[in-house]
């Protein structure tokens, strides 16, 4: 079944007809005639939709979503009101109370199903992302607040601009958004330093479907407005029409001679969700980089550096090529912090890293592994390549003193290199497997030689056939 359908109207018959069209798009149906009938069900299985009738007999559609708010299930379960006639401040507080969309009846059949496939969707991906969100927050990183973000922007698309006058005051009035008209030629146009829209408003006139068809494709296929929100406004309603736009990814669909406040309230109401999804993948994509990153240096840590190492192997016994592992660690750095404080010790720290970054080629990795200890990885290299990379390491971090905070007098240091080299070409078969643990063991043994010698220098473990 693609999804859960909750239908609630009191009179048989619709339920029946609503059934089988249900049905024959493989959604299960689940039934109720009124609004403690529509409590119950939810309470015994949450639907993914409710299609709920705008008269039922203990209330309607604002009771029903009240009652659900109650529940705590606002927000959670979409709903879409199917009316008989609703006159347009119906509609608003319809709208503005959390209903979907109101479709009045007779309905079109591919219409409400498109619609339905476009809601069920929207709340499938929003659920997702919250979920994700939850695993950040239980990693430490907090949802950040959506009531003070970028400013928002959207752009009003139509051939006929005068047709826009009607309508625009309302708009710019009820809105938060920065709102701005447009052809459809220049929709998507947006000069580099500029950001890209968050939201369009489509307003397909006669004759001009084909170009909003090839526009909304263009929308949702481009990086930069992939996440923006559509709201399809019909000159002439074509039922056909609008469910292939919703199909496409349009967020709302919605007849032009509607009050122009309605515009307005569809509009703040996608934009309010495209800001806190805009902020869940934030959130998301904070906790992942805070997951990987180290805070201090800026390099990757060992979470990234272990999986990273073993692809790199993985890849060098596919492909014949050397690869180098290195371990460097700083040279009596609890003597730095001893004489000089943490904040010099981390002072240095944060420079050794920039160093090691800025000395290595863009294809290397650099991660810190440990409180004073980085691991290198140079894909490609080999032998003599990676020993004369390791000097130059030495002899940058040696020869260059360190400013540290608060202090007028610089700190010298050193860092010692442990290092092992793979070539996997220089064996008929290769029978040993190069574990990122084994790979690390072998360039630590070899630190423990550097160090053995006096430090400041580089030692080469056996080679890994």
């Not at 979907?100 to 007779?106: A, H, I, R, T």
Request: glycine share 6%; with cysteine.
């Amino acid at each position: 079944m693609h999804g859960k359908v909750l239908v609630v109207d009191p009179i048989a018959t619709n339920r029946i007809v609503l059934r089988v069209k249900l049905a024959a798009s493989h959604y299960d149906m689940d039934q109720a005639g009124s609004i403690a009938d529509a409590i119950r069900a939810m309470g015994k299985s949450r639907p993914d939709i409710i299609l709920c009738a705008d008269t039922l007999p203990d209330g309607g559609p604002l009771k029903l979503m009240n009652r659900m708010r109650k529940a705590g299930l606002h927000g959670k379960v979409p709903l879409i009101v199917l009316g008989n006639g609703c006159d347009g401040d119906t509609r608003i507080r319809l709208l503005g109370a959390g209903a979907e969309d109101v479709l009045e009846k007779p309905l079109d059949d591919s219409f409400l199903l498109a619609r339905i496939r476009s809601v069920i969707r929207a709340f499938a991906s929003a659920t997702e992302w919250k979920l994700r969100d939850g695993t950040s927050r239980a990693l430490g990183f907090a949802e950040p607040s959506t009531q003070f973000g970028p400013a928002q922007s959207v752009r009003v698309v139509a051939r006929d601009q005068a047709r826009l006058e009607s309508w625009r005051p309302a708009l710019c009035e009820n809105t938060r958004a920065t709102v701005a008209s447009c052809t459809p030629a220049a929709a998507v146009e947006h000069r580099s330093k500029d950001k890209a829209a968050d939201g369009f408003v489509l307003v397909v006139e006669p004759d001009a479907s084909a170009d909003m068809l090839g526009l909304l494709a263009t929308i949702r296929s481009n990086a930069s407005t992939r996440h923006s929100v559509i709201l399809v406004v019909q000159v002439d309603p074509d039922c056909k029409l609008g469910a292939q736009m919703l199909d496409m990814g349009a967020n709302d669909v919605m007849a032009f001679h509607r009050d122009p406040s309605e515009v307005a309230l569809r509009l703040e109401t996608l934009l309010a969700r495209k800001r806190m999804s805009d902020a869940l993948r934030d959130t998301v994509r904070t906790g992942i980089e805070a997951a990987l990153i180290d805070p201090l240096t800026g390099l990757h840590n060992r979470r990234y550096a272990m999986p990273h190492l073993a692809r790199i192997a993985d890849r060098a016994t596919r492909s014949g090529r050397p690869f180098a592992v290195m371990v460097a660690d700083m040279d009596h750095f609890k003597k730095i912090n001893d004489t000089h404080g943490h904040a010099a010790g981390d002072a240095v720290l944060v420079d050794t890293a920039r160093r090691l970054r800025e000395n290595l080629r863009a294809v290397d990795m650099v991660a810190r592994i440990g409180g004073e200890e980085f691991l290198i990885v140079m894909p490609g290299a080999g032998l003599q390549d990676a020993k004369n990379a390791a000097q130059r390491l030495c002899q940058i971090v040696r020869d260059t003193p360190f400013e540290v905070p608060g202090s007028s007098a610089d700190v010298t240091a050193t860092i010692s290199i442990g290092m092992t080299v793979c070539d996997p070409a220089k064996t008929a078969a290769l029978t040993v497997a190069h574990t990122p643990e084994s790979l690390l063991d072998r360039a630590d043994k070899a630190l423990y030689g550097a160090k053995a010698k006096g430090r400041d220098c580089v030692t080469l473990s056996r080679p890994a056939a």
